[in-house]
């Protein structure tokens, strides 16, 4: 306990003096500010209807009551029936103390009565916006995870057990574990979800053989290496987002999207945006799309020697596809012969709760914080993501890091999820402004490069495929985006979220996909109701469908034949660290 006293003093002093304790964009501090404003403006409309909120605060009081019988009950060794029970998937409370033993039980049963009392309330309040609404349901989420009785030390059976077990060495390596990720992170404590020793880029991820065969400031191109012995005419160029790393697409070989278009006869390139620094904080969304989307989709022609190529944006590198190809048709020029985004999106009107996090207020501090650095730190956008999904991405590894004292199990998905990068501040600025606040490309009011951008000028057709469970880009936004476009859309729903979703190989048999044979929906929901669902991955679907827009079939292409090498696959690029 001494050992734990000393390391648990120093880690705390060293966290309060991190920027994580202190009130800034995307920061902890700020977001539990955040989040008792929005909390106590709740209370005061409940304060201006006191019968209402005596007859709330009675119903609470009552499942109290019967809680406390029930223990006391259960504590004479009968059998009562819980008052309160988790759901199935909530993996917070598997252990089986958690219903045998009475302390713990009454624990959870007291905390699931409490937060499903506090939702129904929330749910019952008069007077609010849908805005107002939405962050109040996303504040109360963050607070309802935070406070679970699994993440305290003597409300958690399994914990409880490991510091009796270990005389709280458990504790004094869980200080330590806080201590070295402290150490390790950014701005902002990145509490590590993987063992990040058990992966190395280009030893065991991102692994599909290939040249970068084109590079400028901001990206690399690669190509792959041909593994069959003919290949389709038509070269397919993706983009990835340029807010994480793009081997999320070529994780390990049985999940590689990438590798999967290779062996399907496709000459594959793919962008690999740089990690920005100081010296890159004048890069706008404009030269991205110049320098990067314009310059690769070149680069690919002229290797190839193929006028009109197909191409593939995912996620914020789709938004950014479908700004380019706004552009492009709005100045009669067509590169691109057919287009795929994934979970992308163009309209944010529904781009669910990253919006909490584009107010004016927080552009302003945000802005104000990227100009004195030139760039946002990957630690700060990461953190975003993880309070989306708080009690799979935050509060499994607090518990199993500093509680338990345990290492993270090795998981390459994780270990590429905190692989951050950093983002160019004006570019950053302009698409968090232009994009989540304003909504300037969907209302027709963008300009790119003195070109105004009008969606419906895109008359290419489309592979639309958005993910039910994604809290990123959900399926909603980006169907209404897809309504936009002026050509033909073949939308497609694939099961499970924005990453697992689209990283679905066919041989895993997971998931599934819905797709609806030329349904003219209005709505997400009119068209799932069309819908038809498919077990396992959407990929060979989308084969069959690129295939259609891909030529003939012909030699293998060998990378670099025009352009030259510059160094083997992943590159350079790809390895610069936050």
């Known amino acids: 306990m001494l050992r734990l006293f000393e390391e648990g003093g120093r880690a705390m002093s060293d966290l309060l003096d991190r920027p994580d304790a202190k009130i800034s964009p995307f920061s902890a501090a700020s977001e539990a500010s955040e989040a008792v404003g929005t909390l106590t403006d709740i209370a005061r409309l409940w304060l201006t209807d006191p019968a209402k909120l005596a007859e709330a605060q009675g119903v609470l009081l009552s499942s109290y009551i019967e809680l406390w019988n029930g223990a006391l009950r259960k504590l004479l060794g009968e059998k009562v029936p819980p008052v309160a029970e988790p759901e199935p998937s909530d993996n917070r409370f598997k252990d089986p103390e958690w219903s045998s033993n009475p302390y713990f039980d009454f624990w959870k049963q007291a905390y699931l009565l409490t937060t499903n009392w506090a939702e129904d309330v929330l749910q019952q309040t008069e007077g609010l916006d849908a805005p107002a609404r939405q962050k109040a349901e996303f504040y109360l989420r963050q607070l309802s995870s935070a406070f679970s009785p699994s993440n305290f030390p003597m409300t958690n059976p399994e914990v409880v057990r490991e510091t009796f077990a270990t005389n709280a060495n458990n504790l004094v390596r869980g200080m330590a574990h806080l201590v070295d990720d402290m150490e390790k992170s950014g701005d902002l404590l990145k509490i590590s979800q993987t063992d990040t020793t058990a992966f190395e880029v280009g030893r065991n991820l991102a692994t599909t053989p290939g040249k970068v065969v084109f590079q400028n400031d901001i990206l690399q191109l690669i190509q792959y290496l041909p593994t069959t012995d003919k290949v389709r005419e038509v070269p397919l160029l993706v983009i990835p987002p340029w807010i994480n790393k793009y081997y999320i697409l070529d994780l390990t070989p049985p999940k590689s999207l990438l590798k999967y278009a290779v062996d399907q006869g496709f000459t594959v390139f793919v962008v690999s945006w740089v990690n920005p620094d100081e010296r890159l904080a004048h890069k706008s969304f404009e030269d991205y799309m110049l320098e990067g989307v314009l310059a690769a989709a070149d680069a690919v022609s002229r290797e190839t020697g193929i006028e009109k190529i197909n191409v593939v944006g995912y996620c914020v590198g789709g938004t950014l596809l479908g700004s380019t190809l706004a552009y492009l048709a709005a100045r009669g020029e067509e590169p691109f012969r057919a287009v795929t985004f994934l979970t992308t999106q163009l309209d944010f009107s529904k781009a669910g709760d990253l919006l909490l996090f584009t107010t004016e207020s927080q552009l302003s501090s945000l802005r104000k914080m990227m100009a004195e650095r030139g760039f946002l730190d990957g630690s700060r956008m990461a953190n975003v993501f993880n309070m989306m999904r708080p009690r799979d991405l935050i509060w499994p590894y607090i518990v199993n890091n500093y509680m338990l004292g345990k290492k993270p199990f090795p998981f390459d998905l994780l270990y590429w999820n905190q ?126 469908w690129l295939t259609k827009y891909s030529g003939d079939w012909t030699i293998p292409r060998e990378p670099g034949e025009h352009l030259g090498v510059i160094e083997d696959a992943p590159g350079s690029y790809v390895k610069m660290k936050s």
């Open 419 to 544: 692989d951050s990068t950093r983002m160019p501040a004006v570019n950053h600025g302009f698409y968090l402004g232009e994009f989540y606040n304003a909504n300037k490309l969907a209302k027709g009011e963008m300009t790119l490069a003195g070109v105004k951008l009008d969606l419906k000028k895109i008359k290419l057709p489309v592979f639309e495929v958005a993910t039910k469970e994604d809290h990123i880009a959900p399926a909603k936004s980006v169907f209404i985006g897809s309504k936009m476009l002026g050509g033909p859309v073949e939308f497609v729903l694939a099961g499970s979220g924005h990453i697992a979703g689209v990283v679905n190989p066919p041989d895993k048999m997971k998931y599934q996909y819905w797709t609806a044979n030329k349904a003219a929906a209005d709505t997400l929901e009119e068209w799932v109701s069309m819908a038809k669902m498919h077990p396992g991955s959407w990929w060979p679907h989308w084969i069959e």
